[in-house]
């Protein structure tokens, strides 16, 4: 399992940028975020299943995943909100 997310250069502290690697450290990272849980709606990302998250109709963060087997392989976040402003989000659910 691994997880990649991009928030851009200028966030720090757990929203930073990285990459991880393992089940367990990604799980624990994910539950960091479980509060925000309710304002995610699924969505197709690159043409595969994936999730924003739009608080207040305002897009705070995509997520797509790579599926293998059954299983959740990947996860890739991004929440840069330079790129989010450049994405198509029509047809979004927000």
Known sequence: MALR???GALIRGAA??????????????ALLFAPFAHH?????VNGSVGVVNAPDGRVVSVMGVTIADGRITEMYILS??????RL?????AR
């Open 5 to 7: 997310a991009d928030s």
């Open 16 to 29: 930073a940028s990285k990459a991880l690697r393992g089940a367990h450290t990604v799980a624990e990272q």
């Open 40 to 44: 995610a709606r699924l969505t197709l």
């Open 80 to 85: 840069d909100p330079e790129r989010l402003a």
């Open 88 to 92: 198509d989000m029509n047809g979004t």
